[in-house]
């Protein structure tokens, strides 16, 4: 691996003037590096992503391809909002795989979790690659490999430069472009920001690779796995509305696999719970649980029974970390 650093003098981007200075680098960089050459990005939709599609997009233009795979365990309006952004308003050259159908498939069935993580993270290097062997004439692949990633790789907690685990035949045909590898999350946040990304997706909260196919444990269906996506819109929307958004480090909803007996429109109901769980951390070591008001849980409570098909009761969950897990798989 070669060797990367963070230069000693580098003052951090905290303010729109660096973050400007850091992109007319950034921009010239890139512009060097890859002349009029294609480049490939996985695009996500997530901070990282999608702050270097920003780049790249200013740098090369139409000479950026992105590939956009919608495995269906995204949240409500991740995938329209990525076209609309990137398609519509930056006119990228945006390439939408809606492999929903074929990820959930897969999935039938399959209750254990690190299996369930093996099959998507599979499944997507899979559709990926099904795109990049499509394309001719790609010599440089993109990725949003961040100053953590790279600590984290040097201390042996996960693997960089992999090219994203792609087989052999097509990552051997691929440089790699990082642009914001020597940047900070918050950072990161900061040049998305004076890129002019929504705030939307500027301030994405930490959402895990296998999306919210963690927070519908045990075997998926795909009803569960929409109680779970619109639980999580109405919890997002109340806490945007009540000023939380943005203080709270990460906030979502989980749907388990067992039901109890409810009662809705006078009627007996065998529903599935839903659980709120709301958390801020520095550190994601330890883990505290935040104090929702009453009046607000009692609002959600109100909201997603009401609104949410499948769902009879709403649980919130005040455990810290240790002893659980951010994540419920």
């Given at each position: 691996m070669e060797d990367i650093r963070r230069p000693e003098n580098m003052e951090r981007i905290t303010t729109p003037e660096l973050a400007e200075k850091f992109i007319e680098e950034q921009l010239k960089a890139l512009r060097e590096q890859i002349g009029d050459k294609k480049v490939l990005l996985a695009l996500s939709g997530g901070v990282d992503s999608s702050v270097v599609a920003a780049l790249l997009i200013k740098a090369v233009g139409k000479q950026l391809i992105c590939v956009h795979v919608n495995h269906g365990l995204l949240r409500k309006g991740e995938p329209e909002q990525v076209i609309e952004v990137f398609r519509n308003q930056m006119d990228a050259n945006l390439i939408y795989v809606d492999a929903t159908d074929r990820f959930l498939d897969k999935l039938a069935g399959v209750a254990d979790p690190e299996t369930k993580r093996h099959i998507i993270g599979e499944e997507f290097i899979d559709v990926f690659a099904e795109e990049a062997r499509k394309l001719d004439g790609?010599?440089?692949?993109?990725?949003?490999?961040?100053?953590?990633?790279?600590?984290?790789?040097?201390?042996?907690?996960?693997?960089?430069?992999?090219?994203?685990?792609?087989?052999?035949?097509?990552?051997?045909?691929?440089?790699?472009?990082?642009p914001v590898r020597i940047l900070f999350k918050d950072e990161v946040r900061e040049v998305?920001?004076?890129?002019?990304?929504?705030?939307?997706?500027?301030?994405?909260?930490?959402?895990?690779?296998?999306?919210?196919?963690?927070?519908?444990?045990?075997?998926?269906?795909?009803?569960?796995?929409?109680?779970?996506?619109?639980?999580?819109?109405?919890?997002?929307?109340?806490?945007?509305?009540?000023?939380?958004?943005?203080?709270?480090?990460?906030?979502?909803?989980?749907?388990?696999?067992?039901?109890?007996?409810?009662?809705?429109?006078?009627?007996?109901?065998?529903?599935?719970?839903?659980?709120?769980?709301?958390?801020?951390?520095?550190?994601?070591?330890?883990?505290?649980?935040?104090?929702?008001?009453?009046?607000?849980?009692?609002?959600?409570?109100?909201?997603?029974?009401?609104?949410?098909?499948?769902?009879?009761?709403?649980?919130?969950?005040?455990?810290?970390?240790?002893?659980?897990?951010?994540?419920?798989?």
């Open positions: 790609i010599s440089f692949l993109a990725q949003g490999t961040i100053w953590p990633d790279i600590l984290e790789s040097e201390a042996g907690i996960k693997a960089h430069h992999n090219a994203g685990g792609l087989p052999e035949d097509i990552a051997s045909r691929f440089e790699l472009v990082e998305g920001r004076a890129l002019g990304l929504p705030s939307g997706m500027v301030e994405r909260q930490p959402f895990p690779g296998p999306g919210l196919g963690v927070r519908c444990p045990g075997a998926i269906t795909r009803d569960r796995l929409e109680a779970v996506r619109e639980s999580d819109a109405i919890l997002r929307e109340e806490f945007a509305k009540n000023g939380l958004e943005g203080k709270v480090w990460q906030y979502f909803t989980v749907v388990p696999d067992f039901k109890s007996t409810g009662v809705k429109n006078g009627k007996r109901t065998f529903d599935w719970p839903c659980i709120i769980r709301a958390i801020n951390t520095t550190d994601v070591m330890e883990v505290t649980v935040e104090h929702l008001p009453a009046e607000l849980i009692d609002h959600l409570v109100k909201r997603i029974t009401t609104e949410v098909e499948g769902i009879n009761r709403v649980l919130y969950d005040y455990t810290p970390k240790p002893p659980a897990t951010v994540e419920y798989e």
